[in-house]
């Protein structure tokens, strides 16, 4: 394993949040906020650290999977640590833990909070708050793809790591251009949403915070109440936005190179929308009676599941009030979760399709024994890698989904909050139901609950397996053979 590499792309990492700190402190100039000095000082912090861990350039630029995973995970891991500092020093979040969950639920998109009066937070602490949203949505490694010169196999194997979905292909032949690509339109859409709601009366900086949240489909709100006092007219920018940055972004990349018709028959967008649909339709059934008219809960329905399906978490309505069945509706949703290749999280529509096609091939198969049936998306044929890893995903997060029920239980909730928290969590939503829903927060977990949610939002982010590598021995013993034949050459020399 080749740690020099890793070591110089979490350099890289860190030099980059220490750019990013510096814009919370423009807003700290802009609102005259003493805050803006723990920022700036953290910063410098990440700059000396980047510094030293890139400065030193490894022999090869070239890594490989396993490589890619443990810079990926460690990456994430310092991105999160550095980040949760400005917190700490400034006191709005006097403890380290509660600070290190906030900012991991920001990269991570989750936006679950331990916060109770989110408005008490200076305006840089808000920004930064936000922008974590939006740095952690197309993943900040998918950036330095487009920084970094490594070989074009490298830059794959780490976008493989890092974003989310069961597949990662090029979109264009040379990986850099893919990953600009990808930037240039999660940033397009980004400034449109803020246009939209500038329109609708919003002021500049909700519109700003507002965006970062949705286009990281995070959901961390500058308000107590999230998106409730807005407009519906903002409500609705908002609710389409989350939908959009919901679709796997390689049908923009489609319609961007004129290929209309090929953008129209992705399988997975069209499933993406019929649950969306169908979602909303059920729970506007549900609750139509709740609101003053029909408008209003279509309204309220298409928010709430827009928000749940593409894991972002802004609330509009208290949703523990609901009933059953709509409740129903929106915990199954955070399983689906969004698109392969978007910027949300959940299992993925994708991975849905191909264990429910894998499953009516095992009934074809009983019916018909001696025939070899294929499934298929868009006409292709799925290889059995991907079916493979798939199944391996799925029983990989049932398991972990499990153990962490399990190990949050030991707080004495009642299960609907237990269960829920976790769902929250690993899937990268935010609100769960109960104690952790729309009005509530994370507050009252013990320490230890705490670490085991920030382990999950982790994992959710990262697709589970780049971060459960490095609590694999073999991986470790390797790199440890490899650090003692490298001494005993020098010592020979």
Request: charged share 15%.
């Amino acid at each position: 394993m080749r740690l020099s590499i890793i070591r110089r792309i979490v350099g890289y990492v860190l030099l980059l949040e220490a750019a990013l700190l510096l814009l919370p402190c423009i807003v700290a100039l802009i609102y005259g906020e003493s805050q803006g000095i723990a920022y700036i000082t953290v910063s410098g912090i990440c700059f000396a650290f980047g510094c030293i861990l890139a400065i030193k350039k490894p022999a090869k630029n070239v890594f490989y999977l396993k490589e890619g995973c443990v810079a990926t995970a460690l990456s994430w891991i310092f991105l999160s640590i550095f980040g949760a500092l400005p917190f700490c020093i400034t006191g709005e979040i006097e403890s380290f833990t509660n600070a290190l969950f906030e900012t991991v639920s920001g990269f991570t998109t989750t936006g679950a909070s331990i916060l109770t009066d989110v408005e008490a937070l200076s305006h840089c602490s808000l920004f930064w708050r936000s922008l974590t949203h939006w740095i952690g949505g197309m993943g900040v490694l998918v950036f330095i793809l487009a920084v970094v010169p490594l070989s074009s196999g490298s830059n794959i194997n780490l976008l493989r790591a890092e974003s989310p979905g069961p597949s990662v292909s090029k979109i264009v032949p040379k990986m850099r251009t893919t990953a600009e690509i990808l930037y240039g339109i999660y940033m397009v859409m980004t400034v449109l949403e803020i246009v939209f709601l500038l329109i609708g009366g919003m002021p500049l900086f909700d519109a700003l915070t507002t965006s970062f949240g949705t286009a990281g489909t995070g959901g961390f709100g500058i308000k107590n109440d999230s998106m409730g006092s807005y407009s519906p007219y903002i409500q609705w920018v908002v609710t389409i936005f989350m939908v959009l940055f919901g679709v796997n972004f390689n049908a923009y990349c489609l319609i961007l190179f004129r290929q209309f018709k090929k953008s129209l028959k992705m399988e997975e967008v069209r499933c993406y929308f019929i649950i969306i649909a169908v979602s909303i339709a059920i729970i506007l059934a549900n609750t139509v009676k709740i609101y003053d008219n029909v408008f209003e809960a279509f309204t309220q329905a298409a928010f709430q599941v827009s928000s749940i399906i593409t894991t972002t978490g802004f609330s509009t309505a208290d949703f523990n009030l609901w009933s059953g069945t709509s409740k129903t509706v929106l915990v199954l949703l955070m399983f689906v979760g969004a698109c392969a290749g978007s910027t949300g999280g959940g299992l993925k529509v994708s991975r849905i399709m191909v264990s429910l096609k894998t499953i009516f091939k095992e009934f074809k198969s009983y019916i018909h024994p001696k025939r070899v049936f294929k499934i298929k998306i868009e006409g292709k044929t799925v290889e059995h890698d991907i079916i493979k890893a798939t199944n391996a995903y799925f029983l990989t997060f049932i398991a972990l989904f499990v153990v962490s029920v399990f190990f949050i239980s030991f707080d004495n909730f009642d299960l609907v909050t237990s269960f829920t928290s976790v769902a929250a969590t690993i899937n990268n939503i935010g609100p769960g139901l109960e104690l952790v829903g729309p009005t509530g927060n994370f507050s009252a977990f013990s320490i230890f609950s705490k670490y085991v949610l920030i382990f999950d939002m982790l994992a959710g982010r990262l697709e589970l397996f780049p971060l459960l590598l490095l609590f694999y021995p073999s991986l470790w013993k390797e790199a440890a053979s490899q650090g003692n034949t490298k001494i005993k050459k020098s010592i020979t020399k």
